[in-house]
Nanobody, 111 residues
């Protein structure tokens, strides 16, 4: 089965940290660039971070210096380490590979 499954979301206080995970199945994981997106109710989904098959990374300006994307090809898993969280980071976070999307995991940052 071809799928992406996110986990790790939850409720955290502003300034706290959270690590999201996304496990991929049914794809040749090591050959795929992986991406994290997020979506707030009433807004379009926005790109957050990406990591290439070779491990190069890039981030949206809003999360630079706070978030870190990484991958473990042996585990078919991509991570998003989120530090210094802000209330505006509250969103459903989605994992993406090519045209494949996960169901999302909710991150709520309280003031």
């Amino acid at each position: 089965q071809v799928q992406l499954v996110e986990s790790g979301g939850g409720l955290v206080q502003a300034g706290g940290s959270l690590r999201l995970s996304c496990v991929a199945s049914g794809i040749i994981f090591r050959l795929n660039a992986m991406r994290w997106y997020r979506q707030v109710p009433g807004k379009q989904r926005e790109w957050v971070a990406g990591i290439s098959s070779s491990g190069s990374t890039n981030y949206a300006d809003s999360v630079k210096g706070r978030f870190t994307i990484s991958r473990d090809n042996a585990k078919n898993t991509v991570y998003l380490q989120m530090n210094s969280l802000k209330p505006e980071d509250t969103a459903v976070y989605y994992c993406n590979a090519q045209s494949l999307w996960g169901r999302g995991t909710l991150v709520t940052v309280s003031s």
